[in-house]
């Protein structure tokens, strides 16, 4: 079963783009645009893993990690918490009321899904997956390696994140700029004939040996993988 993410999140726009992207993760999602209302549904069903904002209508983020850290049942709770504020002090505190960890708002997508990987990894191991397969390529979270027809591909940094957000969306076509926002992140500066650039090279490193070209070029719209 895929884990279960709750987001308490108010402002509308990043609530869908976490869906958005956590869902493309392969994780169940619910939102909750209200503390109060969080903390209701809270005493009913525990997620996997909480994404919580600090500012919040009805009870704010803090005090809401407060109260859940004070109840049993929720006392080991994965939480994650999203701050618009930098300051350490502030930092501090956001983790002294027990939150596992915190993002600072604004933040890059790819940053937040892999805190999120960790937190999930380091609370409940067997509930996320490190092994992703499509086709005869594999590619492991853990190690960093990738496979294909059992022979190892070596694949820079970024052809590595490129190949594993394909394989999380196999035979997906995705723009140039959808691959950027996924692979490089929405507030990184990148030229678009980067992603071309590296679908290039991962292109290379994984059709050795004349093997059948496993990404599709697809005219005016993007790339995808095929399986
Ligand atoms: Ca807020």
């Known amino acids: 079963m895929s884990p279960n993410i709750m987001v308490v999140e108010d402002e509308e726009a990043l609530g869908v783009l976490l869906r958005y992207n956590l869902e493309a993760e392969g994780y169940e999602v619910d939102i909750v645009q209200r503390g109060d209302d969080a903390e209701l549904t809270l005493r009913e069903r525990q997620p996997d893993l909480l994404i919580l904002d600090w500012m919040l209508p009805g009870v704010s983020g803090i005090e809401l990690c407060r109260r859940l850290r004070a109840r049993p049942e929720s006392e080991k709770l994965p939480i994650i918490l999203l701050t618009a504020r930098g300051e350490e002090s502030e930092r501090v505190r956001g983790l002294a ?17 892999a805190r999120v990987r960790a937190l999930l990894r380091r609370a409940s191991p067997e509930s996320i997956s490190t092994l992703l397969k499509s086709g005869d390529i594999e590619l ?3 190690t960093h390696r990738v496979y294909r027809k059992g022979r190892e591909i070596n694949l820079g940094p970024t052809e590595f994140r490129l190949l594993e957000f394909f394989m999380r969306s196999p035979t997906r076509v995705f723009s140039r700029s959808q691959l950027l926002d996924g692979v490089w992140g929405h507030d990184i500066y990148v030229d678009e004939r980067t992603v071309d650039v590296h679908i290039g090279r991962l292109r290379k490193a994984l059709n050795l040996a004349n093997m059948r070209d496993v990404i599709r070029t697809v005219r ?3 790339y995808s ?3």
């Open 140 to 142: 492991d979270r853990q």
């Open 220 to 222: 005016g719209a993007g």
């Open 225 to 227: 993988l095929e399986s």
């Open 97 to 113: 009321t027990g939150a596992d960890d915190y993002v600072v708002k604004p933040f890059s997508t790819p940053e937040l899904m």
